[in-house]
């Protein structure tokens, strides 16, 4: 079947403009994962989404992060007043519910983030 | 913490070479033990995993030890081929914590 995938594969925008980021995980995947990962450097966990639970917003890095996942499926992380540190490739990841093997995460091709 | 650490950050071996990374955590909670691999500009991608009821795991070059009292785990590369260069990442379940990441370079 298909894959996780993004879109935009790449954005470009302003210094202070909002982006949406959107995801859609593989069917039948419960748990949502972004990650964000600056050039050269490693996967930074954002938040986590599994069914109905209340998601896990622990690595989001300021109020101007956001995510919502609706219906169980797309999700979509926003990005409110941009800033040139948020410049980054944003993976976004789905599996199978934590603890129902196999427990691999499946990412997609990822959304390259160019703030000006 | 949750933190995993990764050594070394960077590691470069002669075509044909073993390649060794390790990675070590602190949480014993964790029962479930992944290594991604990430090739120049593209997303990661599993290579092989290892749960906790097991010490070793193999396929094929790759294989992954686990010592679960010292919370170690390491992955192995045998007869290394240039299209071996990537970046490794471990990482452990439970929200998936990863390491920083081992920049792998096979020298042919």
């Known amino acids: 079947g298909a894959g996780v995938s993004q879109s935009p594969s790449n954005k470009v925008t302003e210094k202070g403009k909002d982006v949406e980021l959107r995801c859609d995980p593989i069917?039948?995947?419960?748990?949502l994962y972004w990650y964000r990962q600056s050039l050269g450097q490693g996967l930074e966990f954002l938040i986590y989404f599994q069914g109905n639970s209340a998601p896990d917003k622990s690595g989001l890095p300021s109020d101007r992060f956001s995510a919502e996942r609706t219906g169980g499926s797309v999700s979509t992380l926003t990005i409110q007043r941009t800033q040139q540190e948020d410049s980054a490739v944003y993976l976004c990841?789905?599996?199978?519910?934590?603890?129902?093997?196999?427990?691999?995460?499946?990412f997609g091709p990822g959304t390259r983030l160019l703030v000006l | 913490g949750e933190n995993v650490e990764q050594h070394p950050s960077t590691l470069s071996v002669q075509e044909g070479d073993s390649a060794v990374i390790k990675c070590t955590y602190s949480?014993?909670?964790?029962?479930?033990f992944p290594w991604y691999k990430q090739e120049l500009g593209k997303r990661p991608q599993l290579i092989i995993d290892?749960?906790?009821?097991?010490g070793e795991k193999k396929d094929q070059r790759i294989a992954v030890t686990l010592n679960k009292t010292a919370k170690h785990f390491s992955l192995h590369i045998t007869e290394t081929q240039p299209e071996d260069s990537a970046v490794y990442f471990c990482a452990r379940g439970q929200n998936f914590v990863f390491g920083p990441g081992t920049r792998l370079s096979v020298l042919p």
């Open positions: 290892i749960r906790s009821n097991v």
């Open positions: 990841a789905s599996s199978l519910a934590p603890g129902l093997a196999p427990e691999t995460q499946y």
């Open positions: 069917s039948g995947h419960t748990a």
């Open positions: 949480d014993s909670a964790s029962n479930y």
